[in-house]
T-cell receptor, first 110, second 115 residues
């Protein structure tokens, strides 16, 4: 039982490049989330999903897209990366009893 | 609007001392409240989870309390250690979906334990 796994753990992108972050959970949780955390700040919700095939916008969705084609996976895409998207990204899953978090992806856009 | 407010924003204590962190919430309908510890550069890790009917729960040197009537929770850390230095986040779950996917985050309390 791995819990919540994020890949990759680190990535450096050039401005304008695209990439996809993968979040996988093996706990059969319905809810999955993507957050970003900037230095000294709290977690901010980007997008979330309440089940397979559904997604919804969070607090800071601009510049990101998501997909939940399979219940266990939640993908976060950056179509055209910008320096403002430099951050640490956390994925989480939840079945109504609080969230379990991945270890984070540190993304730098230069 | 559903909100979770934590205090203090930051706290410095000496090793071996006790401290208490506060969390007030206005989330309704309430499902549960979790306290998380987040070390720098790491994902949050759950310390305790409390439902409506529970008013205290311990995890080692961490003891959380919940007053569902006043919508307040506290996290008490006993005999602090240097490794307790971290951010402590209070997260309240709504009973149903809501606009934030049912999780409402506090902004956290940054605790520094000094030798």
């Amino acid at each position: 039982n791995a819990g919540v796994t994020q890949t990759p753990k680190f990535r450096v992108l050039k401005t304008g490049q695209s990439m996809t972050l993968l979040c996988a959970q093996d706990m059969n949780h319905e809810y999955m989330y993507w957050y970003r955390q900037d230095p000294g700040m709290g977690l901010r919700l980007i997008h979330y999903s309440v089940g397979e095939g559904t997604t919804a916008k969070g607090e800071v969705p601009d510049g990101y897209n998501v997909s939940r084609l399979k219940k266990q996976n939640f993908l976060l895409g950056l179509e055209s990366a910008a320096p403002s998207q430099t951050s640490v990204y956390f994925c989480a899953s939840n079945k109504g009893f609080g969230a379990f978090f991945g270890q984070g992806t540190r993304l730098t856009v230069v | 609007k559903n909100q979770v407010e934590q205090s203090p924003q930051s706290l410095i204590i000496l090793e071996g001392k006790n401290c208490t962190l506060q969390c007030n919430y206005t989330v309704s309908p309430f499902s549960n409240l979790r306290w998380y510890k987040q070390d720098t550069g790491r994902g949050p890790v759950s310390l305790t989870i409390m439902t409506f009917s529970e008013n205290t729960k311990s995890n080692g040197r961490y003891t959380a309390t919940l007053d569902a009537d006043t919508k307040q929770s506290s996290l008490h850390i006993t005999a602090s250690q240097l490794s307790d230095s971290a951010s402590y986040i209070c997260v309240v779950s709504e009973r149903y979906g809501g606009s934030q996917g049912n999780l409402i985050f506090g902004k956290g309390t940054k605790l520094s334990v000094k030798p």
